[in-house]
């Protein structure tokens, strides 16, 4: 694992539920989700689900995208609501809003794969570098 973070729900600017009166997953199992599809990676997706799973529900799917600003525009305009790495707050100036996911397992994690027999040279600079 190269880099570990928090997942954040990501809710639309105007929704009622804030960081202030935000109890649990299980406040939004009826809303609808924006989510990735298990095509553009099974392990994301399986983290993603079990938050709601984790919650004692299974959430209902108004879209699918791995693009997290293509997630946030869809948000944005009131087409569901999201979980992605709370990174995202940093670099996004449409207008939802964040809650931090602190007290859940689950993290989003990015993960670096080699083989270790591989000759490129570039490779063993690029190891330094992560």
């Not at 959430?59 to 790495?85: A, D, M, R």
Request: glycine letters at 4%; a negative charge; hydrophobic letters at 40%.
């Amino acid at each position: 694992m190269v880099f570990q973070e928090n997942f954040a729900l990501v809710l639309p600017k105007n929704h009622w539920l804030d960081a202030e009166t935000f109890e649990s997953m299980a406040q939004v199992s009826t809303e609808k989700f924006i989510l990735p599809t298990k095509a553009d990676g099974e392990i994301y997706h399986h983290v993603q689900w079990s938050i709601c799973e984790d919650a004692g529900f299974l959430p209902q799917i108004s879209h699918e995208t791995v693009h997290g600003y293509t997630t946030l525009k869809l948000v944005e305009n009131n087409l569901g609501i999201s979980l992605i790495p709370i990174s995202f707050e940093q670099v996004t100036n449409t207008a939802v809003k964040f809650i931090e996911l602190r007290d859940i397992p689950q993290k989003a994690e990015i993960s670096a794969l080699w083989n270790p027999q591989n000759p490129n040279p570039s490779l063993g600079r690029f190891l330094e570098v992560i």
